[in-house]
């Protein structure tokens, strides 16, 4: 089977590892990526079994609008069986790609996070109605989403894989060395600086947890908020600010914490829609805690009787400091988590099997 896939996500090098592993299942498979995305330049680090198609985009950085005009020409030479278009169905590049797979004969499919049943302005919602009429299949990466699309009416197959998994090789834990050159605990954060992400929730608690430090890696509008916050709250001795690090450097990072914390609060128009970050420290044995807003306190399975991390109640810095103190003042439990955070990883989000369920869901539709 010849799948031919586009993505701007796999910019991201860590990520293309998924890319070789889905090229063991059997599948001739053909990957159009931009040459960068939003200021990430595109990172070659899992690149043989399969074929990388450097293709240019156009209106890069804008998310519902930006299209590849090369894609269909790639697509009448390659005539692959299957299109599977990493894009939600409501953008442009999502709708062209549709178009370019139906010349050519093959079948589609889409990807999606949206958590939310939203409606969209034209020309959105002509896209989004054109695509969920003709396209074969869809995955979604969390259950939100797909009650979402059956809501607005698509009735084709659809399964819940998220779009990456972990590579426990890369996303391993780096020994007690790392973490034993320190009292008390060290918390981490990493991801954009705005307000969803309720950072300045973790800041207030981290205040009010003695012997607790906290790094931040990331950027964005809300970053002189955070330092106003650090200073105010005397966190200037406890709180070290960083900026981005490349995919494939966040195990080094993971592997200096003790928790990971992710404070996100919904908005109106968006709640968490996964939190990878979870993910990938968990598979380096850190434990998250997590806000209920979206899909990551499902990934710590909170509501299991053996989750792997603690949830709060989002926008409660009394929750939250209590749940960091109790980690601080219990390295039983935070080792139990530690070790139930690392199974559930390989088990449940290894990149490995998001690759085979991947290649079931392409088999099934081209059947």
């Known amino acids: 089977m010849r799948v031919l896939m586009v993505s701007k996500a796999l910019v991201v090098g860590a990520y293309q590892r998924k890319l070789e592993l889905l090229a063991e299942q059997g599948l001739d498979l053909h990957v159009a990526v931009p040459p960068a995305w939003a200021g990430q330049q595109l990172e070659r680090a899992h690149t043989t079994s399969y074929a990388l198609h450097v293709t240019p985009i156009a209106l890069d950085g804008n998310f519902h609008l930006h299209f590849y005009p090369r894609f269909e020409a790639l697509a009448r030479s390659l005539k692959p069986d299957l299109v599977h278009v990493d894009e939600e169905p409501y953008n442009l590049a999502t709708w062209l790609a549709w178009r370019a797979a139906r010349a050519v004969g093959a079948r589609s499919l889409f990807f999606s996070w949206q958590n939310l049943k939203r409606r969209y302005p034209p020309p959105f919602a002509w ?79 981290v205040a009010r947890t003695p012997g607790v430090r906290l790094r931040l890696i990331g950027n964005g509008p809300e970053r002189r908020l955070y330092e106003h916050l650090i200073a105010t709250e005397g966190l200037a001795d406890r709180v070290q600010i960083e900026p981005p690090r490349s995919s494939m450097a966040m195990p080094e990072f993971y592997n200096t914490l003790d928790v990971l914390v992710l404070p996100s609060r919904t908005r109106p128009n968006w709640k968490e829609q996964f939190g990878r970050v979870v993910i990938e420290a968990m598979s380096c044995g850190v434990p998250a805690v997590v806000s209920d807003s979206g899909e990551p306190q499902h990934l710590i399975a909170a509501d299991s009787p053996e989750p792997t991390g603690l949830r709060f109640p989002e926008d409660d810095v009394e929750a939250l400091t209590a749940a960091l103190v109790r980690l601080r003042d219990d390295p039983v439990l935070l080792a139990r988590l530690s070790a139930a955070a690392r199974l559930r990883a390989r088990s449940v989000y290894s990149m490995r099997g998001i690759a085979e369920a991947t290649a079931r869901f392409y088999r099934l539709l081209v059947s």
Do not use: M
């Open 127 to 205: 896209f989004e109605r054109a695509v969920l009429a003709g396209v074969d299949g869809a995955l979604v990466g969390n259950a939100e989403a797909e009650a979402v699309w059956r809501a607005k009416g698509f009735s084709g197959p659809i399964a819940q894989v998220p779009q990456f998994g972990v590579d426990p090789d890369l996303y391993a834990p780096g020994g007690e060395a790392t973490r034993a050159d320190h009292a008390g605990l060290i918390v981490g954060y990493a991801g954009r600086f705005v307000p969803e992400k309720g950072v300045d929730t973790l800041l207030l608690a």
